[in-house]
């Protein structure tokens, strides 16, 4: 099984990669920090069997003593419009350390809208057994497919 892993919080990214890692030891992790960079991606290479997604992104990698330009509060949104818009059918979840993000009415309207969208994972630092529990059901589905 093959994920492609879009982050830009270092701590986050870090704790997502060793459960993977620890959790499905088979599996091969691609990492990408920036909507311009996940997409660039997305676009080369789609044979992955999921794609775990921020959904608050810079729009360009984060150098040293570079910005990445804008700071996109629905990246992970506009992420799954291009790849409708391609007609790329990579199976996606948003896994996101904000709240709101979570309500049932703005899933509901991601999940109408893009038939590849599995739902989104609370990555709450307070609660790690949650998101990781989470987080392993959404790839197991997806590695017993």
Known sequence: MKILL????????DQIVSFIIEEFPSVHLELRKSYNSGLREIIKNQDYSLILLDMSLPNYDIEPGETGGDFESMAGSFLLQEMYRRDININVAIVTMYKNYTDEEFNSGLKDSFSNYLGVVY????DPDSWKNE???IIKTKNND
């Open 6 to 13: 879009i982050e830009d919080t270092e701590h986050k990214k």
């Open 135 to 137: 987080l392993r059901t």
């Open 123 to 126: 990555f709450n630092f307070n």
